[in-house]
């Protein structure tokens, strides 16, 4: 959900020793030490110290204390929370990625599904605001040729608003480089603690194991490599859904309203859709992304069996979210009479692509439900990444590892950076 700058590491280091300017606020040096105690110790007593050094937990404690300090909790903020909580509750609870008995397997499931929110540091550092656990079965691993029976992936939220005040080819541009800074950008580790990544890759510092182990324990643990998707849809949908299907219970966290109301929303349910879609094609951008010598690497093999896991999963489960998608739009009779013509006849897999190039169609503006540019802004910048996997020169350049806060956009066959300054 958020951008880090150059001035961060800066701006930490003056925050914990007191040296605060404006922006950060004129709390006394002494509350803010009290506070990073406070969290240190947390750490220590939910157990981290056996997965890191007291070196890195009082990292971690000065850090998390900096972002509470800077953190935004304007609209665009509260409709990126939105998305993630719907995400979490999506994939839990609804089965968004297709882990629904199957009857020719007794009706047992290929996978099952858990996705949590992360911890502020992951958030903020690796811009992973929520990590997704499946479990896969048997079957599923012998077809991938996975040896491991987890998958986790990481999932970082986000909504676009068109700057209306800006001409058209600025705002484009504008769209292409946010999208692409989102994707490219690692904010891995800087402070000693580096994970070299191969392109689109994060780590995630801080992860629960979703089910306890044989002693009764959520076990901690970290992921040195894990695969990072971009999701999002357009701001104005993720304000709707966040005021008319989302509430806040009693610690301020958004939950659905209830399970009726988001089952039967075109909202929601286009979302899902627009979600499994950006994951699916992020998954094909990664996998091309690797380096070309991956199978020498161990880790990175496993990265790629993990991403053919998801790519595979996901390939089902939009074919679903597919016809889901156009029942519901019937039923509310907001499916355009073109594209229903164009669906006939059409398998599930084809129905796909129709719904996609539909919410993809910039001439679609007359109703929320068509043209998203968040969705085709994610698609696109993905998509322009698989091109350039496959030009030899830029892909090369691109597949080694990632550098912490560099962003990239690659258009017209070449590779330029996204300045550090630019703000988007």
């Excluded at 903020?77 to 199957?102: D, H, M, Q, S």
């Excluded at 705002?171 to 480089?177: G, P, Y």
């Excluded at 990175?300 to 679903?320: C, S, V």
Aim: proline content about 3%; glycine content about 6%; hydrophobic content about 30%.
């Amino acid at each position: 959900m958020h951008n880090l700058d150059r001035s961060e590491q800066k701006g930490k280091k003056d925050f914990a020793r007191g040296q605060v300017d404006q922006k950060i606020g004129s709390t006394s040096l002494g509350t803010r030490k009290e506070s990073i105690k406070k969290r240190f110790d947390v750490l220590k007593k939910e157990g981290w110290g056996k997965v890191w050094g007291d070196r890195k937990l009082r990292h971690v404690a000065e850090s998390e204390e900096y972002y509470s300090s800077i953190s935004d909790y304007g609209d665009n903020a509260k409709n990126a929370e939105v998305l993630e909580a719907l995400t979490n509750y999506g994939v839990t609870r609804l089965r968004w990625l297709g882990n629904f008995p199957i009857k020719e397997l007794g009706g047992k499931v290929d996978f099952r599904a858990i996705s949590n929110s992360t911890r502020t540091f992951d958030d903020w550092r690796h811009r992973i605001d929520s990590v997704a656990t499946l479990e896969v079965s048997g079957r599923v691993r012998s077809k991938i040729g996975l040896k491991s029976n987890v998958v986790e992936f990481g999932i970082d939220a986000t909504t676009w608003k068109r700057d209306n005040r800006l001409p058209s080819q600025e705002a484009e541009e504008e769209a292409r480089l946010y999208f692409a800074e989102k994707i490219s950008r690692s904010n891995n580790e800087k402070d000693g603690f580096q994970q070299p990544a191969p392109f689109g890759f994060s780590q995630l510092d801080f992860y629960v194991h979703p089910r306890k182990d044989e002693t009764g324990q959520y076990r901690k643990d970290r992921i040195k490599l894990i695969p990072r998707f971009v999701i999002g849809v357009n701001g104005e949908i993720a304000d709707s859904i966040r005021q008319f299907d989302f509430q806040t219970d009693h610690n301020g966290f958004y939950q659905p309203k209830s399970d009726s109301v988001i089952l039967n929303d075109p909202r929601i349910i286009t979302t899902q859709f627009k979600i499994i879609s950006e994951i699916n094609k992020q998954s094909e951008m990664l996998t091309s992304m690797l380096p070309n010598d991956y199978a020498s690497n161990p880790e990175y093999e496993t990265a790629k069996r993990k991403l053919d896991t998801i790519r595979y999963l996901t390939n089902g489960a939009l074919r679903k979210s597919a016809v889901r998608v156009i029942e519901v739009m019937r039923n509310k009779k907001i499916l355009p009479e073109e594209v229903e013509t164009e669906l006939y006849g059409k398998n599930d897999t084809e129905k796909a692509a129709i719904i996609s190039k539909m919410f993809r169609d910039s001439k679609r503006r007359d109703d929320g439900f068509y043209y998203d540019p968040t969705y085709d802004g994610i698609l696109s910048a993905a998509e322009r990444f698989i091109e350039c996997s496959r030009d030899e020169n830029s892909g090369s350049k691109l597949r080694g590892v990632q550098i912490r806060n560099i962003a990239v956009i690659y258009e017209g066959g070449k590779i330029r950076e996204i300045p550090q300054n630019v703000k988007l």
